[in-house]
Structure formats: structure tokens, C-alpha cells
């Protein structure tokens, strides 16, 4: 058969490409849970919006979605092994699935946690227990692996669960350890460009953000004691403690004109930090108005919106540290995204989905749904606690093997 050579390169643009209304990893383009979409739905019918399909193909975890054109990327695991999966974004009809390394065993659930990142034809995935994994998204076929354990890391107690990074050509984790708390690798190849020895924290929960500072790249990340800025090679430029707690510290920091934010559940509350141009550290404030479990936590005009521990939802002013409103009767805890104009907050416990005005006035409420069906699988111990995604008019939720889509766009 003749492929004429433009169509070589339409199928390369598209392939690459990605749009304002993809989402192709964990918290979307900047990682800050933003959606840029516009011309979605600001009320829903009674019962939510339409659904468009589910799928039973997901294997268990609790790994979230990359969406880019008209595929779906996530993780899961079958009886022994975790995979990296794709989905056609439209019909839920599984592709592919490529085996990233074992079934990680938890109380709180099985399998995977992390979502894989895209970039063009390439997809990285990080499993349970450390296993990293670059694949092709046209077959799933394996580019590179790499195990985090090898590089100094330490499973954590409820497994590896940062997403990890593509940032330009590098791909960035969290190992953990003696030989240093992050290590970049060379997207296509590989190769380990670098690992971060001057910083040897474990690694805890926390997903790494990349922000321009002051004209520089740098890369944040949390962990249970400290959080830190590193430049391009992987040079400390910041730091500063951070008092997690002994149980998880898993909210991605905040990042906002040299400002860092950030925020943990089990008592830790949260601190606003300022970092200027020269990396000179100064503490703002730190309290105990949020402590965010592991719902995330969104910034949207200078104002912090999530669940906290004993207020429920709340609206807090960054640069002061206040609460500007709080509900607590309408929803439970869970996870928090946002998209023209509304938050979608999920209720781990039970599934219910609530659309939001994202507002400092107060909780105004467009509309709920349950997620349904919802599994068998999961564990006594666990919950609905993949974060909602919004991309291309449709919105994912996930309930272990279970991944439901629904028309947000009308």
C-alpha cells in the first residue's frame, strides 16, 4: 500500500500535538488542576449530565487519566501485574495495555496510584512499587525502564504515588533516598541525566510542579519534612522544613509570582512561603485553616478552594491565610478540578459528584450526580479517591476497574 508523505506528516502533527482541551498529566499542563475548556454545561439536569460510556477495563488501582485527542491513558493491574492502558477517549473500548512490573499489595487497595504522563508519541507510567516505564502510545511498546530502588528509593508505605513529569526532554520522579530525593532522565532514551544529592528526603506522595521563577525553570516538590526548589541539573536553589507529620503529605505544592503554597492533612495545616529572585526563603504564614488529605487543592484568583480536615470545602485567601467561607453539610471530603468557571468536587466516600460556582461569595451549587456503577473490587479501606478530569467536553471519573465518562458540554 502507498502512504503518500503528507499523510505521514498530518498523522506526526496530530500525534504531537497537544491541545488547549487535553489534559496529559496528572493536574493537567501546569499541573494546578486548571482546566482551560470553555462552553461547558453551568447547570446540570436533574441526575447529571449525560453519560456517555463506561468501561470495565481498567484493571484495580487508583491511577488517574491523561486524556490527548481521542485516547485515554491510565494504569491499572490484574491478578500479578500493573499495567500502563489505553482507551479510546470516545467508545471507552481498551486499545492497549503494557505491563510496567508487579502488583503492588496495600491494605487501602491494590495497584497502581500514579497517572502516566504524555508527550507526542512517548507515555511514561510509574507502578506501585517503583517500576518506571516509557512506552509508545501508537502499540505500548516498552522504549525504557527504569527501577527507582535501584537509585536509593524506599517503597512508601502505601506505595509509589507521584505522577511523574515530562518536561520538555526530561522525564522527573521521586525516588527518595541517600543518592537523592529526585532524578531526571532523558525522555527518549533514557539515560539518567542527574539525581538531586544535595536533598536525600524519602519520598512521600507529592507530585513535582515545574514553574518559571524569576526567568528560571525550576522544579518543586514536597516530602514529609521538607519542601524544595531545584533548578534544570538538579541543583538545590531552596529549601525550606516542612513539618508533614508521620502518616502522608501528598497535595502537589502551589506556585503563584514567587509565592509557594502548600498544604497536608494529619495536622500539618498549611504555609505560604515567599521565594524572590536571589532564592532567599521568608515564611508568610503557616496555620491549621487547611490541611488537605489527598483531594488536592486549587489556587484560582489568589484564593485556595478544597476539603479540609473539620471545616469541610473551603474558600481561603492565599496571601493572608484566612478562610473566606466554609461548607461543611453539603459534601464529603474528596477531590477537587476545575473548568470555566466551576469547581467539580467529588465526594470519596459515597461518589457523588457536585458542580460548583468557583466563587469567593460562598457555595453555589449547579447540580449532582452519583457515580454509578461503582466496584465490588475495592478494598474495605478504600474510596473513590481518583481525582476528577476534565478534557475535550467530557468528564472521567473512576472507581477502581470502572472509568465512567459523561457529556459536560450539552
Known sequence: MLIRPTVIVLFLLSSCHVSAAD??????????GLSKESGLLKE??????????????????????????????????????????????????????????DRLPNGWGDGPRSTPAVAGDLIVGLGGNGALCCVSASD?????????????????????????????????????GSQGTVVAFDLNSGEKLWQSAEVTEGAHYSSIVPVD?????????????????????????????WPGGKVAV????????????????????????????SNKVSKVYDNLLMQNHHGGVINLGKHIYGNTTGRGWICQDLMTGEVV?????????????????????????????????????????HGRFVLEPQTQQRSSKGKVW???????????????????????KG
Open 140 to 176: 505500548g511498546a516498552v522504549k525504557w525502564s527504569a527501577d527507582l530502588i535501584a537509585l536509593g528509593g524506599k517503597v512508601p508505605n502505601w506505595g509509589y504515588s507521584e505522577s511523574p513529569l515530562i518536561d520538555g526532554d526530561k522525564v522527573l520522579c521521586t525516588p527518595g
Open 250 to 277: 501528598v497535595p502537589t505544592p502551589i506556585y503563584e509570582d514567587g509565592y509557594v503554597y502548600v498544604t497536608s492533612g494529619y495536622k500539618a495545616g498549611c504555609m505560604l512561603i515567599k521565594v524572590d529572585g
Open 23 to 32: 489534559w496529559a498529566t496528572f493536574r493537567g499542563a501546569e499541573r494546578d
Open 325 to 365: 467561607w466554609y461548607e461543611k453539610s453539603k459534601l464529603q471530603k474528596g477531590a477537587i478540578a476545575y473548568a470555566d468557571g466551576m469547581f467539580y468536587c467529588l465526594d470519596e466516600t459515597n461518589g457523588t459528584c457536585v458542580l460548583i460556582e468557583a466563587s469567593t461569595a460562598g457555595w453555589a451549587e
Open 386 to 408: 481518583t481525582h476528577p478530569v476534565i478534557a475535550n467536553g467530557k468528564l472521567y471519573l473512576r472507581d477502581q476497574e470502572i472509568v465512567c465518562c459523561y457529556d459536560i
Open 44 to 101: 446540570w439536569p436533574e441526575g447529571g449530565p449525560k453519560k456517555v460510556w463506561t468501561s470495565k477495563e481498567a484493571g484495580i488501582g487508583y491511577s488517574g487519566f491523561s486524556v490527548v485527542h481521542d485516547r485515554l491513558y491510565t494504569m491499572g493491574a490484574d491478578d500479578s501485574t500493573e499495567y500502563i492502558i489505553a482507551m479510546d477517549a470516545t467508545t471507552g473500548k481498551k486499545i492497549w495495555q503494557a505491563g510496567v512490573g
Open 213 to 241: 521563577h524569576f526567568g528560571k525553570r525550576q522544579y518543586i516538590q514536597l516530602t514529609q519534612n521538607k519542601v524544595f526548589g531545584l533548578d534544570e541539573a538538579g541543583k538545590l536553589q531552596w529549601q525550606a522544613d
